[in-house]
């Protein structure tokens, strides 16, 4: 479905955000600096990295032109930049002289709004440079900023996990708690929705925290109907804090950025399809390009990671969730045969046919009846077809009960009572990889390196995320 296609390392610090134009690609850093790389073979431009702000970029955008770059800092300052050529066209400082923490431009790029630690927000005019409007939240610091696709208001997410709705005269129409613990993004979907009965059309809108919650809004505003924001959904599986999320330029998939990994969700379905895993630290943002399949995640490893999306597997592999989902033991002979192809076993189609495998006999295949049963002499053949029915039974016992994957333990395959980290960063139940270190494994179940350590540590955040899914699940 996706391919890593390249890899960028020049950051010598945490990368903070990184943002596309048609032909570019933008990454900030903790170092300070600002990087531009060419979409064509995602070399860095001549005249990058850009360097003015005197500590941490946080936030990088791109108007939707393309011709202007806008970096914001700690260092109080919003920076405008040519694309072109990489000289700076303006510095805006915050009124107040706070590190501005996030900036985003209007659709139509008359306006940038910069959002400040000690809470306030300011709308620049971004073809005089001068100050438009400026307002700040009850409480916390700014950390999120978006704007509605047809520009109308914008909405910002403080650490204090409020959603506030603002109007282009920087107006407060709406002030809600979305998250307990802060909001680290949000984000629009660039397709509206439509009521279909009205006209009337709303958009979906993402936030994400440090509540381990990605959580789906529905918000639609006109001046004659007013502004109404409602509580769509969240989505499930997350169990650490997501410091990221994003919707694809077509509205259809939505990412989140967690630790070590990042998760793709189908937006009508809002089922996770797949997850990313590359990053080896805390991933701290994802940009989709406004034209291509392409998904660009930076991390608190200093890397970038740049995935290409390819379209037609994603069709497939979304037809296979469906599949899955409508319990595999009620598969057709035909079914099998897909999935034998999906999983590079088509060789084996006309056996199966000749023998009437269906879903249920599928499932209870075993390494005998393959030998005796179905004739299949290689023993590797016979083993990968073993293992890609493990696999199957274990996605079709997850998905009918619902329990996210990783509230289960890779040793016992069950839900986690007390889950710990073990010094791979996975974690798992606390019996279970006691007494796998007891019996002098010193590997690692899911890695089967040495560990480095036999310190096990309460994974507390995992605990309450189990705890409050049961609390969900056994009403």
């Not at 933008?26 to 170092?31: G, H």
């Not at 139509?108 to 409007?133: E, F, M, P």
């Not at 969700?265 to 089922?271: H, L, P, R």
């Not at 592999?317 to 590079?344: G, I, M, N, P, Y």
Request: proline share 3%.
């Amino acid at each position: 479905m996706e391919k890593l296609i390249h890899t960028l390392a020049d950051h010598g610090d945490d990368v903070n955000c990184c943002a596309f134009s048609f032909s570019l690609l933008a990454t900030c850093s903790l170092d300070k600096t600002i990087r531009l790389y060419s979409l064509r073979d995602f070399t860095e431009l001549p005249y990058s990295p850009l360097k003015f702000h005197t500590y941490a970029v946080h936030c990088c955008c791109f108007s939707p032109s393309g011709h202007i770059l806008a970096s914001c800092s700690t260092d109080g300052t919003t920076v405008l930049w040519n694309t072109e050529n990489g000289q700076m066209l303006a510095v805006m400082e915050q009124p107040s002289g706070s590190p501005v923490r996030v900036c985003q431009f209007s659709p139509d790029s008359t306006c940038l709004a910069s959002g400040a630690a000690d809470g306030t927000v300011v709308l620049w005019n971004a073809q005089s440079y001068k100050l438009y409007r400026c307002g700040s939240v009850k409480d916390g610091s700014l950390a999120a900023c978006a704007f509605s696709p047809n520009g109308s208001f914008f909405v910002t997410g403080s650490s204090c996990g409020d959603l506030t709705v603002w109007d282009d005269k920087m107006r407060c129409l709406h002030s809600e708690k979305a998250h307990d613990l802060g909001i680290t993004c949000c984000d629009f979907s660039s397709q509206p929705v439509s009521d279909g009965e009205q006209g009337l059309q709303f958009f979906r809108l993402a936030s994400c925290g440090q509540d381990c919650q990605v959580k789906i809004w529905i918000v639609s505003f006109t001046h004659i109907l007013g502004f109404e924001l409602k509580y769509k959904s969240t989505l499930s599986g997350h169990c650490a804090p997501v410091l990221a999320c994003a919707f694809s330029h077509d509205g259809q998939m939505l990412v989140s950025g967690k630790f070590k990994a990042v998760f793709i969700v189908f937006q009508n379905t809002e089922n996770i399809l797949h997850r990313l895993t590359q990053h080896t630290r805390y991933v701290t943002t994802c940009a989709f390009a406004p034209n291509t399949l392409l998904l660009a995640t930076g991390s608190m490893d200093k890397t970038v990671n740049i995935w290409q999306f390819d379209l037609e597997t994603l069709c497939q592999a979304r037809s296979t969730e469906h599949q899955l989902k409508q319990f595999t033991e009620d598969w057709s002979e035909e079914d099998v045969s897909t999935w034998l192809c999906a999983q590079d076993l088509k060789d084996l189609v006309g056996i199966f046919k000749m023998n009437n495998i269906d879903g249920k006999e599928l499932l209870n295949l075993t390494k005998e009846s393959l030998a005796d049963d179905l004739k299949i002499e290689s023993l590797g053949l016979r083993s990968k077809v073993l293992r890609k029915i493990e696999e199957l039974r274990t996605k079709v016992k997850s998905l009918s009960s619902g329990i996210p994957d990783e509230f289960i333990c890779p040793i016992t395959r069950e839900l986690m009572k007390d889950p710990v980290i073990a010094s791979d960063g996975y974690s798992y139940e606390k019996e279970a990889m006691e007494n796998w270190i007891s019996k002098k494994k010193r590997t690692s179940p899911m890695t089967n390196l040495v560990l480095p350590s036999a310190v096990l540590t309460p994974n507390r955040t995992l605990k309450m995320a189990i705890n409050r899914w049961l609390e969900t699940h056994q009403k």
